[in-house]
């Protein structure tokens, strides 16, 4: 499809507005912190994104309706473990009404105790610098304080679908 849509009324239709964005791929990543009961916690999540060198910041976006959310509101940091593209089922287990994310799972506690997913392609652990409104999600930015990248091919997302990052 190649439509217009809702230009001139600004009446944006959610679901062509979806497909729109999607033809901009991202990686995928698993946001992590620690609950208040002191327990590993993760969402899958493809709204990270560099911000800032200097100071170094990058963001992400959590929707409010999450189950987390209050969880990542009341921790100090959080880290973003980039998915390798032989993490798929990492990526459909952090996405899923599952509640024990981690069991069996290999991964080292980072800076303020955050969990380090072991296997990714990249990892930044992140003190929470601010929390902005993003409409029906939160947008949080992290200051990087540690961070690691290996020689794995990153998990892409893009028109809907997983796929391993290629280069063109
Ligand atoms: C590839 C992919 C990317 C996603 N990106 C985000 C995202 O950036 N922000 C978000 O809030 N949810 C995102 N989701 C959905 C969450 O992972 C999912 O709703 C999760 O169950 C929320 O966790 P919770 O409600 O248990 O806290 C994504 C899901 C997938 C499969």
């Not at 493809?46 to 910041?57: Q, R, Y």
């Not at 996405?95 to 994310?101: F, K, N, V």
Request: contains cysteine; proline residues 5%; hydrophobic residues 40%.
């Amino acid at each position: 499809m190649n439509a217009m849509t809702g230009t001139g009324e600004f009446n944006i239709d959610p679901q062509a507005l979806r497909q729109t964005l999607s033809c901009f791929p991202t990686g995928v990543a698993i946001a992590t912190t620690r609950s208040r009961d002191d327990e590993p916690i993760g969402v899958t999540i493809s709204s990270f994104n560099s911000v800032s060198m200097d100071p170094p910041l990058v963001l992400w976006s959590l929707a409010r309706k999450a189950g987390s959310l209050s969880e990542y509101r009341a921790h100090r940091g959080f880290a973003i473990n980039i998915l390798s593209a032989d993490q798929v089922e990492l990526c459909k287990l952090f996405a899923s009404p599952q509640r024990d994310r981690f069991s069996g799972l290999e991964w080292v506690e980072g800076a303020h105790g955050v969990p380090c997913i072991a296997g990714c392609a990249a990892s930044l652990e992140c003190e929470t610098h601010a929390i902005h409104d993003g409409g029906d999600h939160e947008i949080f930015i992290g200051r990087v304080i540690a961070h690691m990248y290996s020689e794995k091919t990153p998990l892409a997302f893009g028109k809907g679908q997983l796929g391993a990052f290629a280069v063109a």
